[in-house]
């Protein structure tokens, strides 16, 4: 596919280098000659300087022949006006980064006006996936699929765990619970398990069952914790905004440090159940006054990683249950290791899975099944994919031990009229079906791209 992409920043590099990884030819506009030369000698992709609200600079990318134009510029405006003028000249396909909160009740209406294709808000996706993981405080991270009909949580087996020891295959009996452990990182490595696999102390385990089962599931082995009920949250910028206006309406208490006196003002008017502090969310001596160690979940939000891990870590020393850190440089978490910061979010990487979900089923149309639903797991060395089945293939019908089916791959539920089933060998895909794909292998397209 030919794909545009204006703005070169954050999110607009990791589009371009995810985007470019799978095969497609991208050309990336930007008013940054740096930011362009760091692309093109990085990446195989064709870079334009200029204004990509420009008529001729439009034309110059050949946007009247691409398949998508996704703007992605740090102005919501500019990113709306780009998609206006690439469907004008003959685009596709638009998708525009729109992250006013001013917004955020009329974008639908945007949508159809403007005829966007898709709108996203790496802001918003992030604190959603934080609130996911708050209200879930036992897991690492908890992603959704079938319109919440599904969770898939990440666990770390601790020192102590039940699970030490035990294969796979003994969990039901063991349990009795409906539950499929999909992946697991071990030492650095990645494996996609089979019913032999032995679980170890230090793993990190990714589970995927209904809410319900995971539920029962982590009473069962002891490592279901009391729900959040306070939450600390150090920077306020729109990750902050949407994240505290999320957790207020489900009932939880909100505590907001931010150092900018201005923007505390801000959110005092548009949060108004919100507690706002204005100080320095790095000073261990305000952290201390403000009750760190009686939070039950602690949230860094700063504009940077650095400030974001190491009060992280700070949180941690204090022994608050929850703690999530916001990081934007994954290959910090290389480097961290043991330090205790294990549940992480990254606007810029939310964002592209979204993107890159879009494209693929923008690039299966026309195929028996397409992509709804994509996640990277696993500091993004998995994907789990969510397919629906919309005709008969190959697949349809035949068990699941019949199937051959590629390495380092698992198909961890299908969901069939609304209910999730984790399959045996006898089990069948039918049409209609949801079907949720682990693997380590890439850039899956259709589910027929699982056999050999």
């Given at each position: 596919?030919k ?11 990791t589009l ?8 497609h030819?991208?050309?990336v ?11 093109v ?13 420009s ?7 050949d ?7 996704i703007?992605a ?23 525009a980064?729109?992250?006013?909160p ?23 996706a992030?604190a ?13 991270k ?5 319109k ?6 990440e666990?770390?087996?601790r ?13 039901y ?15 650095n ?11 170890k ?12 089962e995971i539920?029962?599931f ?5 490592i ?10 150090v ?28 923007r505390c003002?801000?959110l005092c ?18 952290l ?43 290959s910090?978490?290389?480097?961290l ?14 964002t ?37 089945v ?20 698992l198909?961890?539920c ?8 984790i ?11 949801g ?5 380590t ?12």
């Open positions: 596919m794909i545009v992409i204006v703005g070169d920043g954050k999110v607009g590099f371009t280098q995810q985007l470019s990884k799978e095969g030819n991208v050309v506009i930007d008013s940054s000659n740096q930011a362009l030369e760091n692309s000698n990085v990446l195989d992709v064709i870079g334009i300087h200029g204004n990509g609200a008529y001729a600079v439009q034309m110059e990318a946007v009247p022949h691409c398949d998508l134009l703007a510029t740090s102005t919501d405006e500019l990113n709306l006006l780009c998609c206006v003028l690439a469907r004008k000249l003959g685009a596709r396909h638009t998708i980064r729109v992250r006013n001013e917004y955020s009740q009329q974008l639908l209406f945007m949508k159809e006006e403007l005829g966007l294709s898709m709108y996203v808000n790496p802001e918003l992030a959603n996936e934080a609130a996911r993981t708050l209200s879930f405080p036992s897991a690492l908890v992603e959704t699929f079938a919440g009909r599904v969770d898939l949580v666990i770390k087996l020192p102590g765990s039940v699970l030490n020891g035990l294969p796979l295959h003994a969990l009996s063991k349990y009795r619970v409906h539950i499929l452990v999909c992946a697991v990182q071990r030492d490595r990645v494996y996609i398990p089979t019913g032999d696999f032995i679980l102390e230090g793993d990190k385990i990714n589970i995927t069952a209904s809410p319900r539920l029962f982590f009473r069962a082995i002891g279901l914790t009391e729900k959040v009920r306070n939450v600390m949250i920077g306020g910028g729109k990750i902050a905004y949407y994240l505290a206006r999320s957790l207020t309406e489900s009932g939880m208490r909100v505590k907001i440090i931010e150092i900018d006196k201005e003002q801000q008017q548009r949060l108004p159940g919100v507690m706002i502090i204005h100080g320095d969310g790095t000073d261990e001596e305000l201390r006054e403000e009750g760190i160690e009686a939070t039950d979940a602690f949230v860094a939000l700063t504009d940077f990683d650095e400030e974001n891990i190491i009060i992280s870590m700070y949180a941690g020393t204090k022994q608050v249950p929850k703690v999530i850190t916001k990081i934007n440089k994954l910090f978490l290389d480097i290791g043991n330090s205790g910061i294990e549940s992480v979010i990254s606007p810029k990487h939310i592209s899975n979204q993107i890159v979900q879009y494209v693929r089923a923008m690039e299966n149309s026309f195929g028996s099944s397409n992509v709804e639903t994509l996640h990277r797991i696993v500091n993004n060395q998995v994907e789990a994919l969510e397919f629906r919309r005709e008969k293939s190959r697949i349809v019908g035949v068990p699941l031990k019949d199937l051959q089916l590629k390495k380092d791959l198909i961890a299908i969901v069939r009229n609304s209910q999730p089933i399959p045996g060998g006898s089990s069948t895909i039918e049409v209609g079906d079907v949720i794909v682990v693997t292998n890439p850039h899956f397209q259709d589910l027929c791209d699982i056999l050999k």
